[in-house]
């Protein structure tokens, strides 16, 4: 057992979904909360959400890896999914477009799926404090790990391997204060 906020949670609860899925869960509560949300801040509340997943409930929410990239991690597919954004916010999840068997024009947004409520209300509370960092803060933040920082002149070469995930879960538990 698990527990946060006084919520009773079993570890088991939590399934790990395709990135585009969280992406559009983040993209989603911001647009609820009409906060912004960028591909670069994205990027970085995905793993943040990864890091605390890994902490407390032993395994990552996001079904992928985390590059070293200049300006921290990035998840790719989600990136290459929103870079025509460029800096700009993001306003729209993500959704797929395509006929079925009968000719008919659908679509349809991935969405994450079997997440207990309980987990969804934490990760929820976690993503909108993570919308109200600056940006920035959170480039610094994954700067200052080692796990950026001891492998910049990698990164800058673009030779960097991808963040293994004791890496993505320490840099969370390094930040969790500032994350508060």
Known sequence: MIFYRGLEIMAESLKTQEPIAVANFV????N??????????LQ?????????????YQVGIVNGTFSKWQYGPV????????????ASPI?????????DELGQFRTQTPEMKSID???????????????????????????????????KDEIMEYQASDYR????????????????
């Open 27 to 30: 993209i989603n509560l911001a």
């Open 32 to 41: 609820e909360n009409k906060l912004s949300v960028t591909n670069l801040q």
């Open 44 to 56: 970085k509340i995905l793993f943040f959400l990864q890091g605390y997943t890994l902490d407390k």
């Open 75 to 86: 998840q790719k597919n989600v990136y290459r999914t929103f870079r025509d954004n460029g």
């Open 91 to 99: 306003t729209n999840e993500y959704s797929d477009a395509y006929f």
């Open 117 to 151: 409520n309980n987990v969804r209300d934490v990760l929820k509370s976690l993503v909108l404090k993570l919308l109200r960092i600056p940006v920035w803060k959170l480039v610094d933040l994954t700067h200052k790990d080692p796990s950026w920082c001891n492998y």
């Open 165 to 180: 995930n004791e890496e993505i879960e320490s840099c969370f538990v390094n930040n969790e204060a500032e994350l508060k």
